[in-house]
């Protein structure tokens, strides 16, 4: 059964500084995309970045990295040069390419960046 | 162009009511789902429908219900309301049904069953 877990309950990092915010990911699938969300405290979902399981390249965009290991079933988000604005819930999710529509998210991270 | 609007951001009901959420996608998008979020946990998985079919539902009761109209706009209705179903209701919106489609994600809905 596919499943998505996020051990991080928290995070703290200093603002311009990197971090790196962990997934891992179970699936029997050999075709799946992988997706991180951000979630601010005002509850909107905001999509930031997509990973397809047949992608050799990681993916990045602007400030988002997500640093795919598909041997270890991984796909951990990178978030470089952090802003007070990035303090928010990180979801990692999953959808699996055959069968089944629904998209399975983890618990969350809690990332609050500190001044 | 307009993101995924929902409707209303915030309901109070009553254990036993009934309660109708709605969604407006995204022009263009076809498929619409449906997630609750709980307090402290992530998104899951109610509803999918695209081009107006049901096409997945998640371990809910039948209490829960859902329709996707002509114009892709969405309602999720529950009935029967319990203190448990208070949370975020979440409509999301993909350009297809494919593994690749990213969700794009309304505001949300604030239900709070008291």
């Known amino acids: 059964a596919q499943k998505i877990t996020q051990t991080q309950p928290g995070m703290f990092v200093q603002e311009k500084e990197a971090v790196t915010l962990d997934c891992t990911y179970d699936?029997?699938?050999?075709?799946?995309?992988l997706f991180w969300y951000k979630q601010p405290s005002s509850g909107e979902m905001i999509f930031l970045i997509y990973?397809?399981?047949?992608?050799?390249q990681n993916a990045t965009e602007g400030r988002y990295s997500l640093n795919f290991q598909k041997a270890r079933k991984s796909a951990n988000l990178v978030i470089s040069a952090s802003q007070l604005g990035d303090s928010a819930m990180y979801f990692c999710?999953?959808?699996?390419?055959?069968?089944?529509?629904?998209?399975?998210f983890g618990t969350g991270t809690r990332l609050k960046v500190l001044a | 162009d307009a993101g995924v609007t929902q409707s209303p951001t915030h309901l109070i009901k009553t254990r036993g009511q009934q309660v109708t959420l709605r969604c407006s996608p995204i022009?263009?998008?076809?498929?619409v789902s449906w997630y609750q979020q709980v307090l402290g946990q992530g998104p899951q998985f109610i509803f999918q429908?695209?081009?107006?079919?049901?096409?997945g539902r998640g371990n809910f009761p039948d209490r829960f219900s859902a329709r996707q109209f002509p114009n892709y706009s969405s309602e999720l209705n529950v009935n029967a309301l319990l203190l448990g179903d208070s949370a975020l209701y979440l409509c999301?919106?993909?350009?297809?049904?494919?593994?690749?489609?990213?969700?794009?994600f309304g505001n949300g809905t604030r239900l709070t069953v008291t």
């Open positions: 699936t029997s699938d050999q075709s799946y995309g």
């Open positions: 990973q397809g399981s047949y992608d050799e």
């Open positions: 429908y695209y081009e107006k079919e049901e096409r």
């Open positions: 022009s263009g998008h076809k498929s």
């Open positions: 999710a999953m959808r699996e390419g055959s069968g089944t529509y629904k998209y399975i």
């Open positions: 999301a919106s993909s350009p297809g049904s494919f593994y690749n489609s990213p969700l794009h």
